[in-house]
């Protein structure tokens, strides 16, 4: 089972550049999330979906961007890197169903913005 | 705003110790509580927790929830080396929100 599969797995991108970080789900979890991984600061939640067709700011939203055309994709883009976005990301999905239930990772990406 | 703090940051135990990790929240719309192991890359799933004082139980870990206090603990037992990762807890608030704390790097030394 693939589970939550993010490609690249690592990048390095020039200062201005733009990216989109993949992410696919084969699980038909409805909820999925992007959350990027800091030193010191943990998991924080970029953006998140509920369900195809939604999604939602979550704490540090600024400078990316998120679309969900159907369940199983869940794309990121970066406009316009900076290095501060220097990071590793992952992307995360959970079954909701409006039970309470785990949310389940992809092997996350690594980006180094120069 | 919602916020999850872990501790300690970091610790160091030698193999056959006990060890409890801390989670405590603040959130708007508690729904549940979720410790990951993070080794390497992705995160895994150890426990969720819904109920005060029930306590979840997995081989040598262990992990209960106090609503009251706003806080959970992970507890260790015999540790080993395997066991070294960072410990992750999240805490889901409203739907589909799940907030991260710093996590608690622990490293087993044999």
């Known amino acids: 089972t693939a589970g939550i599969t993010q490609a690249p797995t690592s990048q390095i991108l020039a200062a201005g550049r733009s990216m989109t970080l993949r992410c696919t789900q084969d699980m038909r979890h409805n909820a999925m999330y992007w959350y990027r991984q800091d030193l010191g600061l943990g998991l924080r939640l970029i953006h998140y979906?509920?369900?195809?067709?939604?999604?939602g700011k979550g704490e540090v939203p600024d400078g990316y961007s998120v679309s969900r055309a159907n369940t199983d994709d869940f794309p990121l883009t970066l406009a316009s890197a900076v290095p501060s976005q220097t990071s590793v990301y992952f992307c995360a999905s959970s079954d909701s169903g409006g039970m309470n239930t785990e949310a389940f990772f992809g092997q996350g990406t690594r980006l180094t913005v120069v | 705003e919602d916020k999850v703090v872990q501790s300690p940051l970091s610790l160091v135990v030698h193999e056959g110790d006990t060890v409890t990790l801390n989670c405590s929240y603040e959130v708007t719309n508690f729904r549940s509580l979720l410790w990951y192991k993070q080794e390497k890359k992705a995160p895994t799933f150890l426990f969720m927790l819904t109920s005060s004082g029930i306590e979840k139980k997995s081989g040598r870990l262990s992990s209960i929830l106090d609503k009251k206090e706003l806080s959970s603990i992970l507890n260790i037992t015999a540790t080993q080396t395997g066991d070294s990762a960072i410990y992750l807890c999240?805490?889901?608030?409203?739907?589909?929100?799940?907030?991260f704390g710093s996590g608690t790097k622990l490293n087993v030394k044999p």
């Open positions: 979906s509920n369900t195809a067709g939604t999604t």
């Open positions: 999240a805490v889901e608030s409203g739907f589909n929100k799940f907030y």
